[in-house]
């Protein structure tokens, strides 16, 4: 399955050279991220209300064209791996067509500030997030 988030990107998002600063399409990962998780019915309020989060172990991202001020850029987030400790997601921005950015996202599982297996503390959301997966 593949979610699709837009982002304009604001002034204050751009440095003195009036490009996206690198550092804001985390945040925009982040909100495609959060996007995605919504539009399955189980965003963060709801794992967050059920005694779970999904903090960050790894990013990586590959910059490929510089966006500016008022620019749209069209992110494609994927789930691309489920375990039962982990999940990880693979992003593609694009703006004008053309491939701006791709990235991946590392993701583990906490409850009550302990890391949990996913498969034992929530087997509804394990059996939805592996039913995502896009098998090969």
């Known amino acids: 399955m593949e979610s699709v988030y837009c982002h304009t990107v604001k002034y204050y998002e751009t440095d003195k ?3 996206t600063h690198h550092s804001n399409y985390l945040r925009f990962m982040e909100e495609a991220r959060i996007d995605f998780l919504d539009k399955i019915g189980y965003g963060y309020r709801r794992m967050e209300s059920e005694g779970l989060v ?3 172990v790894s990013v990586s991202i590959n910059y490929k064209r510089p966006t500016t001020f008022s620019d749209e850029i069209r992110i494609a987030v994927r789930l691309t791996d489920v375990g039962a400790a982990k999940l990880c ?3 593609v921005m694009t703006c004008r067509g ?3 950015c791709t ?5 583990c599982f906490v409850a009550d500030g302990r890391p ?4 034992r503390t929530n087997e509804q959301l394990y059996g939805l997030l592996t039913s995502l997966v896009e098998k090969d």
């Not at 990235?103 to 993701?107: D, L, N, Q, V």
């Not at 949990?116 to 498969?119: A, D, G, H, W």
């Open 17 to 19: 050279m009036g490009v």
């Open 54 to 56: 999904s903090p960050v």
């Open 89 to 91: 997601f693979s992003y």
């Open 98 to 100: 053309e491939t701006v």
């Open 103 to 107: 990235a991946t996202s590392t993701h």
């Open 116 to 119: 949990v297996l996913l498969k």
